[in-house]
């Protein structure tokens, strides 16, 4: 099927694995920051009561999705800055000399911070590597590499590059045997694929709004296991680290008693109140329709992709993997010029090197699938 007229507008959208897109995106983004436009210019002393009450609702909507207990979730601009925030609460006691071990198929930002903070904390980063030919860390390999000396873990929930989902069961329960403190970025997987912090217990979760969940960019969130907030000690802290932000007593500063003790200077809540429609969208919705939409439309490529011969890197096994399917070119295949085609013909995918990646939502429809399947044939 290579019918162009049978796609409409937004039913070729296979980006949710990097922006995310919903019908009236637009429309209820534009009106919600008119919103904030009008309560940020009104001569009266409302402007912060509302941005509490914005702010408060993009933390229950996270809280809802994820299991989250009341007073665990924190906002940030992002997961860079989560992960900043939560290694610079650690006591260094419990850091130096010892381990942070992380996949090789992490987000290379977090890889990049780490790396940086490492001879300051004065741990080892140790990262562990992917196979020749493989698309995405082992779970095996990654248990190998957790010993006893492994203070902190963060695991990939989700590869965004073969869109591989770990047994985090299995991680979760070995790493409890090492005595580590167990972190998770949720960031691909988010929205598409059920999550609870609490099944199994993780010591923090860090993501985005973006992706399945429709956001814009600078509205992240760490969630942090309620039994251990008070163990740790942000380095970066500020006035609304505190319980009271307006103690403005330069010796009697105090940490919040719940997450907000990750917060720091004047926060930012624009990128907060921009998410708010993608958000509640999902919510109503509902992850479970959303899931089962994606199942049924990623099935059909791994059947026709099978049928095909195409080098699938993403496992079958629905159990396995995220909410993508991608696919390593063949060599000599320009990605730029696959790219365009699929675009032209209605389809939007990206690519990582020379793996095309395909990630359906909601608005994508059978038909785009079709067209995707026929275009990518004929590299195969």
Same mark, same amino acid.
């Given at each position: 099927?290579?019918?162009?007229?049978?796609?409409?507008?937004?039913?070729?959208?296979?980006?949710?694995?990097?922006?995310?897109?919903?019908?009236?995106?637009?429309?209820?983004?534009?009106?919600?920051?008119?919103?904030?436009?009008?309560?940020?210019?009104?001569?009266?002393?409302?402007?912060?009561?509302?941005?509490?009450?914005?702010?408060?609702?993009?933390?229950?909507?996270?809280?809802?999705?994820?299991?989250?207990?009341?007073?665990?979730?924190?906002?940030?601009?992002?997961?860079?800055?989560?992960?900043?925030?939560?290694?610079?609460?650690?006591?260094?006691?419990?850091?130096?000399?010892?381990?942070?071990?992380?996949?090789?198929?992490?987000?290379?930002?977090?890889?990049?911070?780490?790396?940086?903070?490492?001879?300051?904390?004065?741990?080892?980063?140790?990262?562990?590597?992917?196979?020749?030919?493989?698309?995405?860390?082992?779970?095996?390999?990654?248990?190998?590499?957790?010993?006893?000396?492994?203070?902190?873990?963060?695991?990939?929930?989700v590869s965004s590059t073969s869109s591989?989902?770990?047994?985090?069961?299995?991680?979760?329960?070995?790493?409890?045997?090492?005595?580590?403190?167990?972190?998770?970025?949720?960031?691909?997987?988010?929205?598409?694929?059920?999550?609870?912090?609490?099944?199994?217990?993780?010591?923090?979760?860090?993501t985005t709004s973006l992706k399945w969940?429709?956001?814009?960019?600078?509205?992240?969130?760490?969630?942090?296991?309620?039994?251990?907030?008070?163990?740790?000690?942000?380095?970066?802290?500020?006035?609304?680290?505190?319980?009271?932000?307006?103690?403005?007593?330069?010796?009697?500063?105090?940490?919040?008693?719940?997450?907000?003790?990750?917060?720091?200077?004047?926060?930012?809540?624009?990128?907060?109140?921009?998410?708010?429609?993608?958000? @509640?969208?999902?919510? +109503?919705?509902?992850?479970?329709? &959303?899931? =089962?939409?994606?199942?049924? #439309? $990623?099935?059909?490529?791994?059947?026709?992709?099978?049928?095909?011969?195409?080098?699938?890197?993403?496992?079958?096994?629905?159990?396995?993997?995220?909410?993508?399917?991608?696919?390593?070119?063949?060599?000599?295949?320009?990605?730029?010029?696959?790219?365009?085609?699929?675009?032209? @013909?209605?389809?939007? +995918?990206?690519?990582?090197?020379? &793996?095309? =990646?395909?990630?359906?939502? #909601? $608005?994508?429809?059978?038909?785009a699938v079709d067209v995707a399947i026929?275009?990518?044939?004929?590299?195969?």
């Open positions: 099927m290579l019918d162009d007229d049978a796609i409409k507008a937004g039913e070729g959208y296979f980006l949710f694995h990097g922006i995310g897109y919903y019908p009236e995106k637009e429309a209820e983004i534009t009106a919600e920051l008119a919103a904030f436009a009008a309560s940020w210019s009104a001569v009266d002393d409302g402007q912060w009561d509302y941005i509490y009450a914005c702010t408060s609702e993009f933390i229950d909507l996270w809280r809802a999705l994820i299991g989250a207990g009341e007073g665990s979730i924190a906002t940030t601009e992002n997961v860079t800055a989560a992960c900043y925030s939560l290694f610079g609460a650690i006591p260094p006691e419990q850091l130096a000399g010892r381990k942070v071990l992380v996949a090789g198929d992490c987000f290379p930002s977090n890889h990049f911070l780490l790396s940086a903070m490492a001879a300051r904390r004065g741990f080892t980063l140790e990262t562990v590597p992917l196979r020749q030919g493989d698309g995405h860390v082992r779970d095996e390999d990654f248990i190998a590499h957790w010993d006893d000396d492994v203070a902190v873990a963060l695991i990939t929930w591989h989902r770990v047994d985090l069961e299995a991680l979760v329960a070995h790493g409890r045997k090492q005595g580590s403190i167990i972190g998770v970025d949720i960031t691909q997987g988010a929205g598409v694929v059920p999550f609870d912090v609490g099944a199994p217990v993780v010591d923090f979760a860090i969940m429709c956001g814009v960019p600078g509205a992240g969130i760490l969630y942090v296991r309620p039994e251990l907030i008070g163990e740790f000690e942000p380095e970066f802290r500020g006035w609304f680290s505190q319980p009271d932000p307006f103690n403005w007593d330069f010796d009697k500063f105090s940490y919040a008693p719940d997450a907000r003790r990750f917060d720091h200077g004047t926060p930012s809540p624009l990128p907060l109140v921009g998410s708010l429609p993608g958000l @509640r969208w999902h919510a +109503a919705v509902g992850i479970e329709r &959303i899931a =089962r939409h994606n199942r049924a #439309l $990623v099935d059909r490529m791994f059947a026709a992709g099978e049928a095909g011969k195409w080098d699938i890197v993403t496992p079958p096994a629905v159990e396995n993997r995220g909410g993508s399917i991608m696919v390593r070119l063949p060599a000599g295949t320009d990605p730029k010029t696959l790219q365009a085609a699929l675009k032209a @013909r209605g389809v939007l +995918a990206d690519f990582r090197g020379q &793996i095309l =990646r395909l990630s359906p939502g #909601l $608005v994508t429809s059978q038909a026929a275009t990518i044939d004929r590299v195969f």
